[in-house]
């Protein structure tokens, strides 16, 4: 497996450091992003800048994707300079970004037709997981192909979960950005509460991080709101992209989020104070603003 050429598309928080990841585990690795500069740090540890995504499709075995918004997605697959059009048959393609199902579903029907095996994989774990190689990877597509570029996600993530065909990958994320959202606001309620308790939050911390309360998000950005860090391991203004994605999900399946729809209102506020680039532990901030 290792000597498959990955192209990889996409240098934000996170794709640099999985880019990285890939080389360190002894793949060849093609990249393009859109602004060469913030590749560089990849082309630097060996990759291989592609002027374009059509260059980059034409010259790879495994196309990885981790970009923006569903609308970036669509401008890197479709059309007569994306991936589908100018891959190679037998091509597999890992869009990671997190998106829409329906596109998922698209994707793969129109890579299908083309001969080229599509997954949807978007992730979680946040800048820290990227740089450490444990990302949690959720994987939608076909079974039969799935163990080929099992490697390829290893060297990305530690938890690695077929969930099924085309477009449950993006569902089971919608899941994770659900249960993320109501969370948020907890994590946020209990360090706000702690500070006007005249109790130390950091110690609060230390007994609550390990009880019943325990999250990621407590143990990991309920730190960085005490230090008043707000810079982003993932961004709020793709939390807000991702929330929205979700309620679209669940409003078409009849199915009542009213918490996320709460978490979203809020996020939507703190976007509006000019929060957008902040990491998503900066909702905190929103909340010093109520007091």
Request: proline residues 3%.
């Amino acid at each position: 497996m290792a000597d498959k050429t990955i192209g990889f598309i996409g240098s934000g928080v996170m794709g640099k450091s999985m880019a990285i990841n890939l080389m360190k585990a002894g793949f060849t690795l093609n990249m393009f992003t859109r602004t060469k500069e913030k590749a560089q740090e990849v082309l630097d540890q060996g990759g291989t800048w592609k002027d374009s995504v059509a260059d980059l499709a034409k010259d790879s075995d495994i196309i990885i994707t981790i970009v923006g918004y569903p609308s970036d997605v669509e401008a890197v697959y479709f059309g007569k300079d994306g991936v589908i059009e100018n891959a190679k048959a037998g091509t597999y393609t890992i869009d990671m970004t997190t998106s829409s199902p329906k596109l998922a579903q698209e994707i793969y029907s129109k890579a299908k037709a083309a001969g080229i095996h599509a997954f949807d994989a978007p992730v979680s774990g946040g800048d820290v997981g990227a740089r450490n190689g444990n990302l949690a990877i959720m994987v939608g597509g076909a079974k039969e192909q799935f163990e080929i570029i099992r490697p390829a996600l290893e060297a990305m993530g530690s938890n690695i979960v077929l969930q099924g065909e085309a477009g449950s990958g993006q569902h089971t994320k919608m899941c994770n950005q659900i249960a993320i959202a109501s969370g948020m606001l907890g994590v946020c309620e209990a360090i706000i509460y702690a500070e006007h308790a005249g109790l130390d939050p950091k110690t609060v911390l230390e007994s609550i991080s390990y009880g019943a309360a325990g999250s990621w998000s407590l143990s990991n950005l309920a730190p960085r709101m005490i230090d008043q860090d707000f810079e982003p391991g993932f961004y709020v203004k793709h939390f807000i992209k991702d929330m929205k994605i979700a309620i679209d999900a669940a409003d078409d399946m009849d199915v009542p989020v009213p918490g996320l729809k709460l978490a979203k209102e809020l996020y939507d506020k703190l976007s509006e104070a000019g929060g957008d680039n902040n990491g998503t532990q900066a909702l905190y901030k929103y909340y010093q603003m109520m007091k």
